[in-house]
């Protein structure tokens, strides 16, 4: 009785044994279902989701226009001062003083890509990138400014 | 007041060699740190060393606002954030009575269960690389990449995702997700197949896991055991049934008991949830009702003065949310209950007369995420 149970074990244990290397010997001969990315050598090939997450960027048209009015709701929202604004007074040719985008300061290396800001933006001014490479030799290359020079905020924008 | 030094005194013991397993050992899955007490090859006591990757995430939420400290917790137990994210959620709702629209709370059922096939495979494939086995480590990364890529396309990460906000979600269903989901399904169902032939069968795996770590039902309740690790020893503890939130209590699933109580049957616990996953995506995938998927919140959320708590179930177990409200923009107190945090307490129970050989194991099916633990 104990060396029926005790054989029956063995064969028990082999067998199972080759099932697992049967499904090794299936993917041993199979290449098709690797499915392992080359990178960096399918960089041309490689396509992300609009949605992906890389970084802030302000949105600026052809005429080098941005619709960032400097209210500082993105600042706001943020939970890790990731992002600074400056702003200054310009004067419109009526004669009227309004608030306007300085510079927007951007640190790279606060930022946790939780997309507060993007919800938070009310003229839809900045946008996530698809950019993911952000390594550089040195971190102050990381504290990047957004808006481009010369960029105007674009008319009609409140 | 514990000091290191107090381990050293503990080598008084004739005969008895303490060793230092961890924080920077690959099988804590992070840097956990234990201190075992061995007389030979045999345990006589586990002391788990904490804090190495405190960050007090607790304190840090204290100074953001309600929309904000959301995303935070996403880094605590980072392979279940939704889950996390939506018990954040729950609890500012539960707070403000804000109403969550019908398709928000599908797609975060959705995100949940998801989200909870995907940390069962990578325990799958972590656990099983523990006691000796790499390959089921590819084959589960190559589902839960899936996963992660449906993610992408939604949420924008593949992590942290900071998807679920009060109110409902961040953004809508990519217009891809039922299609990708739809991909999925019948490709998952054909691999758990071969998860089974590679591991659950091999007769190596149960004899290594059958017997070992046992913990009985009463145990595992005065541990404050919760999730599979419960489960496995026979206690009905799913949140989903015993206190169903969003659409649960319309959803046909099994909370599934195991009662051997050792390492396989907690196994056997996880295996078997991910086929109640899919079938809860199988059910819901085709029904998601149209309309907002957010509903409308004020800018700047403030909760009431008062007491606040909400439970949810991770992948591991029960994770509840506390907050304290003194009525301003930022909580007054949060505090987390981690469901890593009472499992890891059980392992000391559960190891005390094994072999050191048997701890990988024991530590392996309680599937420990160490920034759960310590936050």
Redesign the interface.
Known sequence: MFLKKYLQDIY??VK??L??M???GYYFTHHKEI?TQQYPDNKDSLS??E???GEVVMIHDENNEHACTGCTACEL???NATIKIITQIDTTPEGKKKKALNTFVYHLDLC?????CI?ACPTDAIK?ANTFEHSVFDRSKLTKILNKPDSKIRAGIE | MYRETDIVQDTSIEGDLIINVGPQHPSTHGVLHLVITLNGETIKKIEPHLGYIHRSIEKMCES?SY???I??TSKMDYLSSHINNHGCALCIENGLQIEVPPRAQAIRVLMDELTRMASHQLWWGANAMDIGAL?PFFHAF?ER?MINDIF??????RL?M?YM?PGGV??DL?PNFQKRVKEFIPHFKSKIV?YD???T????FQNRTKGIGIISKEDAISYGCTGPVARGSGVYCDVRKLNPYEIYSQLKFDEIIETGGDCFARYMVRMREMKQSLSIIEQLIDVIPEGDFQAKTKAVLKLPKGEFYSQIETARGEFGVYIVSEGGTTPYRIKFRSPGFSNLSALDFMARGSKIGDLIAIMGSLDLVIPDIDR
């Open positions: 028990y244990a199972s044994l099932i697992g049967r499904r090794t499915i992300l989701p949605r992906f997450r929202a943020c939970p946790t890509f939780c997309n507060l919800v996530m | 953001l929309r904000q400290f995303y935070v390959t190559r990449e992408e396309e939604t949420c924008g990460t942290t900071n906000v961040m953004a990519h071969e032939e590679l591991l069968d091999n007769i190596i």
